[in-house]
């Protein structure tokens, strides 16, 4: 039963009185900045890669943007699962059994070489469906090969998530963040060099582009493993004696992990096929919703660390069997969330008309897109609101359920509402990509609730904490 309507003893003005703590607030602060950054950059790699191929030629930027459709899900699904790195280690940290964390890596490390040799298979496999649909030869052979060269990074980019998750959970977000802001150089001379063939480096396009990207896929595993020599890492039992491959382990990690990688990857392919949807209702609807939605996700990246942060303290709080302690951190997160949420809404709401000049210079594109910010104003709440109440159930390992929530929200109830909106069905007021917009807020309403319901209850259910553990 996903929605349990009784709550007794529900009271938010009387819980956040009790439980919310500057102690946390200032751990959320320290935690959470770093992980902000790295968000950031993520997204500024994402940012060179369009720009620089596009700036090569439109087809280059057209099998960039195909080869990234499927090179980035297969990944953010695979990261997703190994995402169960980080309140294993949390929940060990707070039980002090912190020299346990290594041994954890390493079958984090195995299920990841697994994970990854599959998501490499399966790339390969994607890319001979191309030619089923009516796209253009060369940017086809773009976006195999920007494919054929960014899948040797895979795994080793894969290795790099896992070891910086195992960092985050022994709270040392700051290192991985360094690294990436080193990758994230790097990433922009090597795009220079191999789209453009500069410095005596072969000129190959957006092909060049893949060839980038796994070189600094390889330079941050290598990065990741050279900062495994530090001493929280060693006193975390990293560097001791290297077990064989235990099964048992290995399916535990999946198990937690699988249903985030699963709730990720479809809100991820959520927004794929509204795009796809919302791309034949003409070039200015779909420019409007690329630039909307390139907002949001800027907007996003503070929720998400937030989210993070949320996980390692309350698996911090819970493997320390302090569960008032874990109630404290939510509810102290809840009310940042809601701050943060009320001041970004004010502030796109009051520059709604500009915001869209940043991506475009065409004034259909700039009108629609300032409408389209208001719904983002209008979200805000929710969407910071699901991403931490997600990040909590992560800390408690309580992932099963919870995955169902973006398959309801976003598919069950926001797809079927956007189109019957959007394209006018059943006698429905066409409303054309409003009508898609108008359905994100009533979804992610659905799955912040659904998340605030199967916290409320786990957070007070002591059996369920501990058999979820398993400490």
């Known amino acids: 039963m996903l929605v349990e309507p009784s709550l007794p003893g529900f009271r938010p003005i009387a819980l956040v009185a009790e439980h919310f703590s500057w102690r946390f607030a200032k751990r959320f602060v320290s935690l959470g900045t770093p992980m902000m950054a790295t968000q950031f950059f993520y997204m500024a790699m994402g940012f060179l890669d369009t720009a620089m191929a596009g700036h090569y030629s439109a087809e280059d930027l057209a099998g960039v943007t195909l080869g990234s459709n499927i090179l980035w899900p297969v990944y953010m699904l695979i990261s997703g699962i190994l995402l169960a790195i980080t309140p294993i280690t949390a929940q060990l940290v707070g039980a002090q059994r912190n020299r346990e964390v290594g041994a954890q890596l390493h079958q984090g490390l195995y299920a990841t070489a697994l994970l990854g040799a599959i998501g490499v298979a399966v790339i390969f496999v994607a890319t001979s469906f191309f030619d089923v649909f009516p796209i253009d ?15 040797l990074g895979l795994v080793p980019g894969l290795m790099y998530t896992t070891m910086r998750y195992g960092s985050e959970g022994l709270a040392h977000p700051v290192e991985p963040m360094l690294l990436v802001g080193t990758a994230l150089i790097l990433n922009g001379l090597l795009n220079w060099g191999f789209i453009y063939g500069k410095w005596g480096l072969p000129e190959l396009g957006g092909a060049g582009c893949g060839v980038a990207t796994a070189i600094v896929m390889w330079f941050e595993a290598f990065g990741m493993l ?69 907002i949001a996700w800027a907007t996003f990246v503070i929720p998400i660390a937030i989210g993070s942060a949320t996980t390692i303290l309350v698996g911090n709080e819970v493997g320390a069997n302090d569960l008032r302690g874990a109630r404290s951190v939510v509810v102290t997160g809840l009310v940042i969330s809601a701050f943060y949420a009320l001041t970004i809404s004010i502030l796109l709401l009051a520059l709604r008309n500009q915001v869209g000049m940043i991506y475009s210079s065409d004034p259909a594109v700039v009108s629609m897109t300032a409408s389209l910010v208001i719904f983002i104003a209008l979200y805000q709440l929710a969407d910071d609101s699901q991403g931490l109440l997600m990040g909590a159930l ?59 319901l199967r916290l409320y209850r786990t957070s007070r259910d002591e059996n369920r904490i501990h058999a979820l553990a398993g400490l």
């Open 137 to 151: 030869d060369q940017v086809i052979e773009i976006a195999t090969g920007y494919l054929s060269a960014a899948a």
């Open 226 to 294: 050279a900062l495994t020599r530090l001493r929280y890492f060693r006193a975390a039992g990293f560097w001791r004696k290297l077990k064989a491959p235990d099964v048992a382990t290995m399916r535990e990690i999946v198990r937690i992990g699988l249903p985030i990688g699963i709730g990720s990857f479809a809100g991820m392919g959520f927004y794929t096929v509204i795009s796809f949807a919302i791309g034949t209702l003409g070039v200015i609807p779909l420019a409007a919703h690329s630039v909307a939605t390139n």
């Open 394 to 452: 992560r800390g408690y390992k309580d992932t099963s359920v919870a995955m169902t929530y973006p398959l309801i929200g976003y598919w069950l109830i926001a797809l079927p509402i956007g189109c019957l909106m959007g394209f006018g069905w059943f006698g429905v007021p066409e409303l054309g990509v409003y009508g898609f917009w108008i359905a994100l807020p009533v979804g992610l309403t659905v799955i912040a609730t659904l998340a605030a």
